[in-house]
């Protein structure tokens, strides 16, 4: 039930030329249902140029934002020195998500983004396939949150992989994994605004702001780990696979902790930590390996290779339902041989083929053999490469080595 706490208009005025100004906060972090103007973002506000690996989906600023007039996740992005930009709820559908790397949501949205996330109650189906070929999403979904125009909510949708959630304020939070690297603020992190998570009074590091979380995740996926709880033990953060893609999800309030608690407390205190080692974590992700399906000279067994023929080696980078090879691989990246990281690509295909009659398009390179370092008596060669928005994959499969 959600508890009467006074409520004082957040005013960001913030217009299309990305000037803001902040005046008192709430004195809590939930919707009271009143309506106001909210700081809706430019669409173009960080327009999208080609070659940026972080996508952010936002609408309106989260809360306050202090440091900068499009929100606490976008500070913490710019300080910590990524390659990002933005993108509103209305792109999401359609858009071509291959070439980023990892995904932020922030918290405290407004309806029409809810709408737009959740369309027909489930979470939209580009970032849902984005995830499971491969890619790092770090949700943010506090919903019915105070600042003007950020009452939005996602009662009764289903997010990636299933996940559900309830409504409900818990100002007391509590480490379910205090060896996880979020906990533990041991990614790189160029802002220096990581660190160790500890939970030891009011506003150090977790809770006591009457809305540390504004609920709790249901119906976990197999395999999640629970970083953080509420009060009745329930889950508030979280990270769990889906696919090849990992989903890190909170319900905690982090970014309004992060732009510092304005007016109760005179500026501050700011306890950037949890929402700056999320986005360093999430990041540190992507540079986890994927791994993919592999044919080796296709519609050939055994995989002979002559190790004194000056010839190519063709090989298909396989499609799954996880992983679509043409959309996600960057042909100029993969190397081959008997590790894997021997410069001997010649060229791939600029048409794609269904090697392996699945009805699924693959990649097919081709190998120049002297240049993969093949030995008498490999079994196996690799195939290592990069996706589209930088992540490594990696491909094994068998080889007979003759003279």
Not at 35 to 42: A, D
Not at 81 to 96: D, F, L, P, Q
Request: charged residues 15%; proline residues 6%.
């Amino acid at each position: 039930m959600r508890k009467s706490i006074p409520y004082f208009v957040v005013v960001i005025s913030m217009m299309l030329a990305g000037t803001a100004a902040a005046a008192d906060d709430p004195s809590d972090s939930t919707y009271d249902g009143q309506s106001s103007p909210g700081p809706i973002l430019h669409q173009s506000h960080a327009p999208c140029q080609g070659g940026e690996t972080v996508l952010v989906i936002q609408d309106t600023v989260e809360w306050f934002a202090p440091d900068d007039a499009r929100g606490n996740v976008v500070t913490e992005l710019i300080a910590q020195g990524k390659n990002w930009c933005a993108i509103h709820s209305n792109e999401v559908a359609g858009a071509s998500l291959a070439p980023f790397g990892d995904i932020i949501i922030p918290s405290a949205q407004n309806q029409t983004f809810y709408d737009n996330l959740f369309p027909a109650g489930a979470i939209d189906q580009t970032l849902d396939a984005w995830v499971l070929s491969g890619g790092v999403l770090s949700a943010n979904l506090a919903d019915q949150a105070s600042g003007a125009g950020a009452g939005g909510n996602w009662d009764g949708d289903e997010f990636v992989g299933g996940v559900r959630h309830v409504f409900q304020d818990s100002e007391s939070l509590t480490i379910a994994a205090a060896g996880h690297p979020i906990i533990m603020g041991t990614a790189p992190c160029p802002s220096g605004n990581c660190g160790a998570i500890i939970d030891t009074s009011q506003f150090i590091d977790l809770d006591r702001w009457n809305a540390s979380t504004h609920g709790y995740f249901t119906m976990l996926p197999i395999g999640t780990t629970v970083i953080i709880v509420d009060a009745a033990d329930r889950p508030v953060m979280i990270e769990y696979p889906y696919g090849s893609g990992v989903v890190i999800a909170t319900m905690t309030t982090s970014e309004w902790m992060y732009g510092g608690r304005l007016g109760q407390v005179p500026l501050g205190p700011r306890n950037k930590k949890l929402l700056a080692n999320e986005i360093a974590y999430q990041e540190s992700l992507v540079d986890r390996v994927i791994m993919v399906g592999l044919d080796i000279k296709p519609h050939s067994f055994p995989n002979s290779i002559n190790t004194k023929s000056r010839g190519k080696i063709p090989v298909a980078i396989l499609s799954s339902p996880i992983f679509d090879a043409p959309a996600q691989v960057d042909k100029t990246t993969p190397t081959f041989g008997r590790t894997g990281d021997e410069q001997s690509l010649a060229f791939c295909n600029k048409s794609n083929k269904d090697v392996n009659d699945d009805g699924l398009l693959d990649v097919v390179c081709h190998f120049n053999n002297q240049a993969t370092g093949f030995q008498i008596g490999d079994t196996e060669g690799v195939l290592r490469g990069l996706t589209q928005g930088g992540r490594p994959f990696e491909g094994v499969d068998s080889v007979r080595i003759v003279k």
